[in-house]
């Protein structure tokens, strides 16, 4: 099991992935296991939900030769070949977006640092006291659970938002909207991206 710093896995999943794993042990048409996201935003109370953020990604993967990560260990592949993988109902909780207002603008800025000139960034995220949600393209309320391990730092939480944050995520455009609801009403995500493929 591959787990970045900043993700956690729900206690309530580990019986269904413990079964998983050993059911595809031996499958050798089978080389890793695909879970789904939540992706936590601004606070433990948000999700963000739209195109702009990967839904799946392998974190289950068998010790086979060859096995590497790929581009920044989102995902991994063998030899350059995609794995084959089995998509399990389970979720890994991703908290990396989890911060107040400063620290979620540093965190852009930081990372866009990689990609843009300061020119750009200057631009498009100035510095200032507070944060506005565009990156994060749609925010829903989060109604579940957090893993037991996440409880203590939840708790020392020091930062509450007044406004609902789900009202203060921007518009998309066109294409993007047609995009999303052609997801949220039939669970497609066309012209998604995938690093792996799915064989069962």
């Keep these: 099991i591959y787990i970045q710093g900043d993700e956690a896995i729900h206690e309530d999943y580990l019986p ?56 920044d260990a989102q995902g991994f592949r063998i030899n350059d070949r995609k794995l084959k993988v089995k998509l399990i109902d389970a979720y890994i909780y991703h908290y990396g977006w989890v911060k107040p207002p400063k620290g979620l603008q540093g965190k852009v800025r930081n990372f866009n640092q990689f990609y843009q000139t300061e020119e750009w960034i200057e631009e498009n995220y100035p510095v200032q006291e507070t944060f506005d949600m565009h990156n994060a393209d749609r925010l829903v309320h989060f109604k579940g659970t957090h893993p037991a391990v996440m409880a203590n730092r939840i708790k020392a939480a020091n930062w509450k938002f007044e406004k609902d944050l789900t009202k203060e995520t921007p518009k998309m455009n066109f294409r993007r909207k047609l995009l999303q609801k052609i997801e949220d009403l039939t669970g497609l995500r066309l012209f998604e991206y995938r690093n792996y493929k799915i064989v069962k």
């Design 16 to 71: 269904l992935i413990k079964k998983e794993m050993e059911m595809e042990l031996k499958n050798r048409q089978v080389e890793a296991l695909l879970l789904n996201y939540k992706h936590f935003y601004a606070s433990y109370d948000y999700l963000a939900e739209s195109r702009r953020w990967y839904r799946r990604e392998v974190r289950i993967i068998k010790n086979l030769p060859g096995v590497h990560s790929y581009r």
